[in-house]
């Protein structure tokens, strides 16, 4: 197995990420080494400066006579000997006795200022490479005690370049370990990637295991299930699709199937043929009509948002239809009747109108009263559009948007089909009960007035 690109991302922003750590942690390791050195070296001067503040006034009462120069000179001849330099001043802030590196001793001044009054303890760093601690005693006496800082910034130097010399290794040591824990980390993962794999086309009720409380991989799961999920539905819409065009094409084509072998079984009659014919004819037309029904259900399952663009011009509309279903009508034994068709307009998708309205007087001749007149009428109320296709028959039930379970006779397919086409241009369908009569209505809202009169 080759190296995971995955695992190398995150093994080389772990390792970056440690390393600028590293870093800033051994900078201030670095820095807080300095400043505990020069802190140490601070309190070893202001030690030093004290005690010979002390020591020099003792020298001195055993030995008046001698003097405050000669009594420092002896304290510090008996000094022991350090890498610090020790200065004592007189009263006059002149030089009396000096002790310790020349180097140290020419940083100190020749001189003490007389003007202002020295505090207690001061602290003179006049430059980088040293560290001076004066002191005022009592009686006038003032001691200097200056140390080297670069004896103490050496250790933290020293430091400073064995954790430089160490990142090296430990940087490529988070790089080998980073890319085996992240192996471990994206275990979960691989088995997530198993069970995905493990998954079939026919089995796509399963879903991936989610923990609680989630993680990512946990919302990936998720994510997937849903997914999952939607393939599901997806499947299922299909499956209908195949009932539902096999069921609503089987009727007319063992119709078609049956004329046809029964006008080969032997020399037709004319008369017969012709009735043949017309049969072939009817069955041809409602195979059409079950086509066209079935892409309509198939645009919708699929959630295809029409072009809502034609200005449909709804009394135009009622006589193309009309003359559409005319024969097809004759031969159910239903006439046609166009009542109290106004000249209104909406905006929509005059094919899918059309397609509602044949559909409407389709349903209306197959499953009215025998020789009942189906009547078409365009009428506005308010702000609406009603376009209804009245007939005599049994009670026409509300149908769902889309039928989920194919009807034994196929009832209600093609009024769902018209609900969804009226849903899609803002409308809706309306189903009536007027005395012995269905009045089922498309209502649409109008955008624009009735036009003006028509002239010929």
Known sequence: MGLSRLRLRLTASYAIGFFAVLVVLNLIVVRSVRQLEEGLLTRRLSLAARDLLVEVPREFGEHR??????AAARVLDEWPPGPDALVAYGRDGSQMATLGPPALVAT??????QTGRLPSDTTYAPDHSARRIMVRGNPPLTALAIGSLDDTRRAADALGLWLFRLAPVLLLASLVLGYLFSGRALAPMNALAERIAGLAPERLDERLPVRAPPDEIDRLATQFNDVLTRLQQAQL????????????????????LGEASLQ????????????????IWVSAHQMQRRVDELVTVAAAEAGEAPVLGDDVELDALALEATELMRQRAAMLGHPLELLGIEELT???????????????????CRHGDPGAPVSVRVTRMGGEAHIDVVNRGPVVQAPDVLMREVPPDGR???LSIVRWIAEQHGGRLEILREDNRNAIGLILPLDRGPRGPVTT
């Open 65 to 70: 006579s001698e003097g405050w120069a000669t």
């Open 108 to 113: 100190a001044p020749k001189v003490l200022p």
């Open 237 to 256: 819409r299909n499956r209908r699709f195949v009932q539902q065009a096999a069921h609503q094409i089987r009727t007319p084509l063992t119709l078609l």
């Open 264 to 279: 080969r079984s032997g020399l037709p009659d004319i008369g017969e043929l012709r009735r043949s014919l017309d049969r």
């Open 346 to 364: 909406v905006r929509g998708n005059a094919a899918l109108l059309r397609e509602a309205l044949v559909e409407l007087l389709e349903n209306a």
């Open 412 to 414: 209600g397919l093609g």
